[in-house]
């Protein structure tokens, strides 16, 4: 499987971004897929997960500004981010997960830059 992650860019607080990734390969074998923040110094944490039925799950410190999305038809998962905050700001990674949890996939992250 190979995920590519786009969306990215400079924005101001308050203001709104949307993450892409698009998975390619063997897709079927996916179950649960993440969207990972990494913070400048800081570790790579999960903010937002959806599994295959549609369940989601966010981090406290990003519910009710972000939602995960996924469109199955286009193999695309999506991170609609809302009321950004300076500390949004990072690298945002998507992950993938087989259900098994033996194998784990990652695209090449994009960058989000929240300027107050």
């Known amino acids: 499987v190979q995920l590519q992650a786009s969306g990215g860019g400079l924005v101001q607080a308050r203001e709104s971004l949307r993450l892409s990734c698009v998975a390619s390969g063997m897709i079927f074998s996916i179950d649960v897929m993440d969207w990972y923040h990494q913070a400048p110094g800081k570790q790579r944490e999960s903010v937002a997960r959806?599994?295959?039925?549609?369940?989601?799950f966010y981090a406290g410190s990003v519910k009710g500004r972000f939602t995960i999305s996924r469109d199955n038809a286009k193999n695309t998962m999506y991170l609609q981010m809302n009321s950004l905050k300076p500390d949004d700001t990072g690298v945002y990674y998507c992950n993938a997960r087989n259900a098994a949890r033996t194998k784990d996939y990652w695209g090449q992250g994009t960058l989000v830059t929240v300027s107050s």
């Open positions: 959806i599994l295959s039925d549609g369940t989601t």
